[in-house]
């Protein structure tokens, strides 16, 4: 009998997978009909120092997710404001847009990074202290029909991260840990960017069998 159990595990484990089926779950935004898709370059209320590499990074994952799209760089949103005579994005400047570049759907998007916080907590034995400072970048994106002006899809996600922190234990001598946040804002950017894209994705997921 010993010999034989590890055979009817096996059996058993594989009768229970039978129960289960994977399931392909296609991307919630299907960007293959396009022919050719604009996108404007991200922006910021602050120095911009990111425009570029976020909306590269995102066409990068959006292509790593859907291979065959090309995306087309229109001018940058301020340009095209002076060209639409716009003082904000509306759907008459996504038009404009469209038509001067012949697409038919656009992307834009628009980041905030934060001031540093610092954050300081006391333990109860007042010896313990433990401080840190975090930023706070969001990110908020817009897929619009250039043919009406209408958005079509539309995502926004909001991340916080320490970039430094200060600790002090009863007993213990002091800890600390400091990085210059301006140098990992790529990294925190791309991390948003990851998730904000998750609609573009295709997803894997074990379903129940279907009963014969």
């Known amino acids: 009998m010993k010999a034989w159990w590890p055979l009817v595990l096996v059996a058993a484990l594989l009768a229970g997978c039978s129960s289960k089926v ?9 960007l293959q009909p396009y022919k050719t898709i604009g ?9 911009g120092r990111l425009n570029q590499f976020a909306t590269q990074k995102f066409m990068n994952v959006v292509q790593a997710s859907q291979p065959n799209v090309r995306f087309l760089e229109v001018a940058p949103l301020d340009q095209a404001l002076v060209t639409a005579v716009h003082q904000r994005v509306d759907p008459e400047v996504i038009k404009t847009l469209g038509a ?13 990074i934060s001031s540093l916080k610092p954050q300081v907590t ?12 975090t930023v ?9 029909d250039t043919r009406t002006g209408a958005i079509v899809w539309t995502n926004s996600r909001q991340g916080r991260w320490p970039v430094a922190s200060v600790k002090k234990g009863a ?9 210059d946040p301006t140098d990992r804002y790529p990294q925190f950017m ?3 960017i990851n998730v904000v894209a998750d609609d573009f994705r295709t997803h894997y997921e074990w379903r129940p069998a279907p009963k014969p």
């Open 171 to 179: 007993g213990h001598p002091v800890s600390v840990s400091v990085s």
């Open 100 to 112: 001067r570049y012949n697409v038919e759907t656009l992307f834009t998007g628009v980041y905030e």
């Open 22 to 30: 994977l399931v392909t779950i296609p991307p919630k935004i299907d």
């Open 122 to 133: 006391i333990g109860q034995d007042i010896a313990s202290v433990k401080a840190g400072v």
């Open 136 to 144: 706070t970048i969001s990110l908020a994106l817009k897929h619009w």
């Open 39 to 47: 996108i404007v370059e991200f922006t910021s209320d602050e120095t």
């Open 190 to 192: 791309a991390e948003l």
